[in-house]
C-alpha cells in the first residue's frame, strides 16, 4: 500500500473542497467533445489552491502503487494536468516529458521533450476523461518518438465511454472518482438538489461514446470534432434543463402530445378569447400580438391566463424586442401592456447585440420568465442569416439563465435545453402574395428538425378551427414521433 500521509484530507472531504473552490461546477457547458453537459470540470483552478494539491496527486500516487502501474518516465496532458504531473515527478523521483500542443518553428522543433529512449514506458496523467481524445492525442505523439504507453490517471473520469475507448486502444485508465461518486457525495452533503442528480445520471446514460462509431482513420482512435446530434424525448430533454419555463413547456408537449403553437392575430378581445379556449386543448402554447388588439385591458389578459391553467399552455407574446437594454426594460415591464407581468415567453432580435438582452433579463428574470431569439426568418429577402445567425447562437449561450430559444427556420444549436420555434407553417408548402413562405409541420420537425410549429391563418381562418388545429397537432408530433423512431 501506498504511504497516505500525503493524502491530506478523506475523499469525501477532498470532493467537498474541490466544490467549495468552484472546480466543479453544475449548469449547461459545452464539452471539448462538442455534447453539452448539466456538469463541468475546471481543475485549472487547483493550482490556486497549494493545500488540495498533496490530496490530488497522492491519491492518483495511491492508485500507482496499488495497480503496481511499472514506468519509466510520466507525461502530463497539456495543460491542466501539467501541474498534477510535475508534483508526482518531484515527490517520487520519477522523470517527467513534456508534450507540447505544437512545435517550435526554431531550435530541435520537438513535440515531446525531455530525455528518453525508444522502448521507455510512459504514463500519462490527466485531470478529466469524457470520451478520451485529449488522453489519445498525447498518446500518439508519445508513439511517434517510440515511448510505449499501456496506462493512465486520471482524477475523474465522467463515465461517458471513455475507460472503454482507452482500453480498446491497449491503455489501462485509472481513476481518482467518477463523476456519478462526486455527484452522490455533494448530494450527500445537500451540496446538490435532487433534481440536478437526475439530471447528471440522465446525461450519463444518455451520452455514452461508443468506441466503434468513432472513426479512428487518424490511428489513433480520436473522435470527430463534432458528435452527432442524439434525438431525446421532450420529456427527458424537460428533465436536463434547468430554465423553469422550458422545462414546463417540453413536459406539456409530451403529455398533451402536440408541439403545436397557434398565433391568435385577431383584433379583438372577445374573438381572442373565443378562439383560445376552442383550440386551447390542442396546442402547447399561444402566440399573442397585443398591439394589434383594439380593445385590450388587464381583463382580457385575466381570461387568458385563467384559459392557460384551463387547458394547460404557455403564453408567447410575439414583441420581437430590438433596441438598447434601457429602452427594452421600460417596453417590457411598463405601459397598457405590462408584458413580462403574464407572457411566460417573449422574444428580441439580436440586431442591438447582448444589450437588449441584459435589459429583458432585469426584469423578466427575477419573474421565471423566458426569451427566444430571433435567429431566422420566413419572410422572402430577409436578412437573418449566415454570420447573423451565428452570433445570435453565440448571444443566447452568453445569457442561457434567460434565452430559452430561438425562433428559426431549423435546428440552428445542439444544446437539448433551447428549444427551436418555426413559424409560416401550413400543410402545404407555398408562399402568399407579401413573401411568407410556407412549410409543412413534417418538414419542419423532421427535416429541419424543429422542436415547436407555429400556425397561424392555417387554424384562425380556417372553417372550422377546431378541426384544423386537431389536423395540425396530429402533423405536428407525427412528425415528432417519425423523428423518435
Known sequence: ?????????????????????????????????????????????????????PSVTGYMWKIVEDKNVQFDSLCGVPYTALPLATILSVSHKKPMLIRRKESKDYGTKKIIEGHFKPGDTCLVIEDVVTSGSSILETVEELKKEGLVVTHAVVLLDRGQGGHQRLKDQGISLHHVFTLQQVVEVLHKYNKLETEMVERISLFIQKNRFDAK????????GLPPQKQPRKMISYSERARLC????????????????????????????AEIISMVDK????????????????DFSQDFISKLTDLAVKHNFIIFEDRKFADIGHTVMQQYSGGMYRIADWANITNAHSLPGSGVIQGLKQIGLPKGRGCLLIAE??????????????????IAEGNRDFVIGFVCQSAISDDPEFLHITPGVQLSSGQDQMGQNYVTPREVILNHKSDIIIVGRGIIKAEDPVIAAKAYMEAGYSAYMERMS
Open 242 to 269: 434547468s430554465h423553469p419555463v422550458t422545462r414546463k413547456l417540453l413536459t406539456l408537449m409530451e403529455e398533451k402530445r402536440t408541439n403545436l403553437t397557434v398565433s391568435v392575430d385577431l383584433t379583438t378581445a
Open 377 to 394: 426568418m420566413s419572410s422572402s429577402g430577409n436578412l437573418c442569416s449566415g454570420d447573423y445567425t451565428k452570433e445570435t447562437v453565440k
Open 213 to 220: 462509431e468513432i472513426s479512428s482513420s487518424n490511428g489513433a
Open 1 to 53: 500500500m501506498a504511504d497516505l500521509s500525503t493524502c491530506v484530507l478523506s475523499q469525501e472531504e477532498l470532493i467537498l473542497e474541490l466544490f467549495k473552490i468552484q472546480a466543479f461546477k453544475f449548469g449547461n457547458f459545452k464539452l471539448k467533445s462538442g455534447i453539452f453537459s448539466p456538469a463541468y470540470f475546471d481543475l485549472r483552478v487547483i493550482v490556486s489552491y497549494p493545500e488540495l494539491l
Open 279 to 294: 383550440v386551447g386543448p390542442y396546442v402547447c402554447m399561444i402566440k399573442t400580438h397585443v398591439d394589434i388588439i383594439e
